[in-house]
């Protein structure tokens, strides 16, 4: 057991570290969740691209880096130390891609992975309904079959990004008269600007569009817009539900940088005691979510495959995510309350940790039922 | 990077857990809390045999030289059977003991299991004084064999009886003590606390499965399955930093390590008192031996308050 790295490893990040410093913008962009934000984020995932950073651990001919899981993990912590922005296409970057790597043509990889890693094509996510949260069984929006395609009808919630994004993924019922809830789900990607799609932003908490409703009136996608087979969109999905609780959607890089922030916050205020445990549980925190996600890695390569424990990290990460950052607020008191801080930003963003990507209700279960061998319970 | 136990470390420990579960570990547990300290030194022999104690003692003093990661693996599987007495204590008098002249005299009966050994700083309670062969105190000018011990108290833990060492006595070593024998012994108290806390919530919930109300499983109500989820995670996000602090023997790591595992350990222990009930709340039933031991693990070698101003003093 070590956690040592090879020399090659060290070159990688020491190179991701200096173009970082020499790129990273010096005064942050404004918040992703607005119009002016959203297009300044994506004139950084084009100079992230231009730099060969903005997807390292893709295949080459995609435009990553080929670098494997320790160098995404070093990658991340190097981004996120450097105060880089967030990253706008994290669901297509991080939910479809790897469903396109593992389930895609290699025609639809190679037509829709070079624009999304260049920022060209920013992807949201389009999984829930109105009566469908993190129950997917239960998605009531169809994709009726037409020449060429199929022709999608119904309406999607709580689509993070699609207030302003370009294309969509998400899952339709093909076969209505199938056996079970599950069956009959069809994985499609679709363009938000097609006649009859309709994009509604929804305000969170602060009233910035971070999310849209979609209503959807007999939308046209063709044949080669759809991953897999129709009618296994649920086992596709289930894979890139893993991949979201899992690693790859919180690197630890994000939290062990925040962790510094709100240490270096608490310094700055003159290290007051009463918030001195719960800034020492943070960095605690992050250093655990550090060493978790080398073991999972390491595992992974070691030829294991990470199934529900994906849920443990995402209890993990989402609620150590608000701890972290009500202890800045508490910090910063008065100015606590003010919206236009970075603090305030990703606070506000730490409170959906718990709701989406599966409610964390919905992971205790998982984990009760597929890690502790729990009997099925009452929901 | 290979954060990853080796097989041999991963058949040191199921060896470990075999040895343990063979030997009803719970009844030494109670007989050494009465003071009857047979059955324990007789599994504390057995220990040695497997290798515990020579994994602190120098290659030269018939051990296998100080290996912490492996020194954790072993601690965890001590704790998840309850295993009595000054293990930490001992495994920490190894790494103390360095002047070539008392080394010899004391370290290869440490390794063999044929000699117990407590440790505290002067004034502090120092854990089974009254049994132990070698009584360590870590005085102000350096590492005192001490004489004798006072009075036995008792502690929240049955098994764990609390003595203070008398003051003078031989000195084996002049100066600070080694760091890294203090961080050991933090180490592998926070390695025991995380095995504490896995027993802990494997007994509970193999309980919550065949406990029945309401004519249902108690384990198939959410608000019974969503705390021991919870437990779940804790655990397993105290395991890589007990492991990761055993890797870098910083001190930092080895406080967070501490505090993780032994909050983990302790919710934990809050969640299987809750869940069992009142026969969880009673001494006869073998629950408490853990009970008892998450609470008295928390403040040994390091309080939550002094690891976590550890963490933070590292960054200062």
Redesign the interface.
């Known amino acids: 057991m070590d956690l040592a790295l090879t020399r090659e490893e060290e070159a990688f990040r020491a190179e991701a570290r200096a173009w970082l410093d020499a790129h990273v913008p010096a005064v942050a962009p404004p918040s992703l969740e607005t119009a002016q934000g959203f297009a300044a984020h994506r004139a950084w995932e084009a100079e992230l691209a231009a730099g060969g950073w903005s997807v390292v651990d893709w295949p080459a001919r995609y435009g990553g880096r080929d670098c494997g899981l320790i160098r995404w993990l070093l990658f991340e912590e190097e981004y996120y130390a450097a105060g880089a922005p967030g990253r706008v296409n994290q669901n297509g970057i991080s939910l479809l891609a790897p469903t396109l790597l593992e389930h895609g043509t290699e025609e639809q990889r190679t037509r829709v992975l070079p624009p999304m890693a260049r920022g060209e094509t920013v992807w949201a996510q389009a999984w829930s309904e109105p009566e469908a949260g993190s129950d997917l069984a239960a998605l009531r929006s169809r994709a009726v079959r037409a020449d060429g395609g199929w022709r999608l009808s119904g309406q999607k919630t709580w689509s993070s990004r699609a207030a302003f994004a370009d294309r969509a993924f998400g899952l339709f019922r093909s076969d209505p008269d199938a056996a079970k809830p599950h069956q009959g789900l069809t994985y499609v990607m679709f363009d938000l600007r097609a006649p009859g799609v309709t994009v509604r932003p929804i305000g969170r908490l602060d009233g910035k569009p971070a999310f849209a409703e979609l209503f959807l009136d007999e939308v046209f996608v063709p044949d080669e817009d759809v991953i897999g087979a129709p009618g296994q969109g649920w086992r596709i999905a289930m894979s890139t539900a893993a991949n979201e609780r899992g690693l790859t959607l919180r690197s630890p890089g994000r939290f062990l940088a925040s962790a510094e922030r709100l240490h270096a916050l608490w310094r700055e205020r003159g290290g007051p005691p009463e918030e001195g445990a719960r800034v020492a549980d943070a960095l605690i925190g992050a250093r655990a979510y550090q060493l978790f996600t080398y073991g999972a890695a390491c595992r992974f390569l070691a030829g294991e495959r990470l199934g529900p424990e994906s849920s443990l990290n995402k209890l993990f990460w989402s609620e150590y995510d608000i701890a972290l950052h009500e202890t800045a607020l508490d910090l910063l008191g008065e100015e606590g309350e003010r919206a236009d801080t970075d603090w305030a930003e990703r606070y506000v963003f730490s409170l959906a940790g718990p709701i989406y990507a599966g409610t964390n209700e919905i992971q205790r279960d998982i984990v009760a039922e597929r890690l502790l061998g729990l009997p099925k319970g009452r929901r | 990077?290979?954060?990853?136990?080796?097989a041999e470390?991963r058949a040191f420990a199921a060896s470990l857990d075999a040895l343990l579960t063979a030997a009803d570990t719970p009844k030494a547990v109670r007989a050494w809390g009465r003071g009857e300290h047979g059955p324990g030194r007789a599994l504390w022999l057995r220990l040695a045999d497997a290798g515990v104690f020579a994994l602190a003692v120098p290659e030269a003093y018939d051990g296998l030289g100080l290996r912490p990661?492996d020194l954790a693996v072993a601690f965890v599987e001590l704790g998840r059977h309850a295993v009595p007495g000054p293990v930490v204590e001992t495994v920490t008098a190894a790494a103390l003991i360095r002047e070539p002249g008392p080394a010899k005299r004391l370290l290869p009966a440490l390794a063999a299991g044929g000699s117990v050994a407590t440790v505290a700083y002067q004034g502090a309670y120092a854990l089974d004084g009254d049994l132990a062969d070698v009584r360590l105190s870590l005085a102000p000018d350096g590492l005192r064999l001490a004489p004798g011990h006072d009075a036995v108290r008792a502690s929240l833990d049955p098994a764990r009886r609390l003595t203070r060492l008398r003051p003078g006595g031989e000195l084996l070593g002049a100066g600070p003590p080694a760091p890294e024998a203090l961080l050991l012994a933090r180490l592998t108290t926070a390695a025991q606390a995380l095995g504490v806390g896995l027993a802990l919530?494997d007994r509970t919930?193999a309980y919550?499965?065949q406990r029945t109300q309401f004519g249902?499983?108690v384990?198939?109500?959410?608000a019974?399955?969503?705390r021991?989820?919870?437990a779940?995670?804790a655990l397993?996000?105290?395991?890589?930093?007990v492991?990761?602090a055993?890797?870098?023997m910083a001190p930092a790591?080895v406080a967070?390590a501490k505090?993780?595992a032994c909050e983990a350990a302790y919710a934990t222990a809050r969640t299987a008192l809750q869940l069992h009930g009142a026969i969880g709340y009673t001494e006869e039933y073998d629950l408490s031996l853990w009970l008892t031991r998450a609470r008295a693990l928390r403040t040994a070698w390091g309080t939550?308050?002094e690891c976590?101003?550890q963490?933070?003093a590292a960054?200062?």
């Open positions: 990077m290979r954060f990853l136990l080796d470390q990661v919530l919930v919550v499965r249902v499983p384990g198939s109500f959410q019974v399955r969503h021991l989820a919870d779940r995670t397993e996000f105290a395991r890589p930093l492991l990761g055993a890797v870098t790591d967070a505090v993780s939550p308050q976590r101003a963490v933070l960054r200062a």
